[in-house]
């Protein structure tokens, strides 16, 4: 019976027309099946290179006087990184395997200035994640600190002042150390000056030293006084007769002052 029909749909043209469709629609379906699943492949690899992807440079410090940083990376899924300063991560690096930690020269020095990555799973970076980066300021310039008002060499005054004048293009001063030498007295320091509260009488020496946020130092200021309260002492070593008849009298004198003497001053009459 299926010989008879066999035989009796040869010879029909439409029939044959029928079968060849037939043929070729079942081809048809599984390959748009395989497109769908590749491209929902990708679209999740994609998504999963994106989620986890970090990097922090120096620990997230602001400031660096070094040109040369540590860079801290993390990634959930990658096996290859790609490091680089171009922020649009298309240049200037090569692929390599994923590491937690990789030293990286900066780009640019005495300015803020980025470091990039992106992430893959394929060994040319066919399949990438987007660019992530961080940034940090770059300052290796030193400061600069003078002091524009200073007490006299020898002082009596009850407390000892000094202004400061200080200067940084890059982070800034952060702050300003007044270390004391010599002299036991605590210091006041800010950025702006010294004081010194009740100085105790003798010498004082303090080494000031402004420091920027990247913590750069300027080179040292020497701040030094000598506290005298202590009033000198004179004598009268020689002078003339109670009673005399000389029209002009000679006097000696002589004193003594650990800051040494200064001047003598004299007065005729009560």
């Given amino acids: 019976m299926w010989g008879n029909v066999f035989l009796s749909l040869k010879n029909n043209k439409s029939f044959g027309l029928f079968l060849a469709v037939l043929a070729i ?5 599984t390959n748009c099946a395989s497109q769908i699943g590749f491209e929902a492949t990708l679209e999740s690899r994609l998504e999963s290179l994106n989620a986890t992807g970090l990097m922090t440079i120096n620990n997230d410090d602001p400031f660096t006087t070094s040109e040369v940083v540590t860079l801290s990376l993390v990634h959930g899924t990658a096996e290859q990184m790609y490091v680089t300063n171009d922020p649009t991560c298309s240049s200037g ?3 390599e395997t994923t590491a937690t930690t990789k030293l990286w020269t900066l780009g640019a020095k005495n300015a803020e200035t980025s470091v990039y990555v992106k992430f893959s799973n394929d060994g040319d970076g066919g399949l990438a994640s987007r660019c992530v980066g961080d940034s940090i300021v770059h300052d290796d310039i030193a400061p600069t600190l003078s002091i524009i008002n200073r007490p006299g060499a020898y002082t009596n005054a009850a407390n000892v002042n000094a202004t400061f004048s200080t200067h940084d293009s890059g982070s800034g001063v952060s702050i ?3 270390t004391a030498v010599s002299g036991s007295t605590t210091a006041s320091c800010s950025k702006d000056g010294i004081t010194v509260n009740a100085p105790q009488e003798g010498s004082h020496r303090y080494n000031i030293v402004a420091r920027d946020a990247a913590g750069t130092a300027s080179t040292v200021e020497v701040l030094s006084f000598i506290v005298d309260r202590t009033a000198p002492t004179v004598r009268i070593n020689s ?6 008849n000389e029209s002009a009298a000679r006097f000696l004198v002589s004193g003594t002052e650990a800051s040494g003497i200064e001047r003598y001053e004299y007065r005729l009459g009560s």
């Fill in 239 to 244: 002078s003339p007769s109670a009673i005399s």
């Fill in 176 to 178: 300003v150390n007044c």
């Fill in 25 to 29: 629609l079942p081809f048809a379906y």
């Fill in 93 to 95: 690096g090569v692929w």
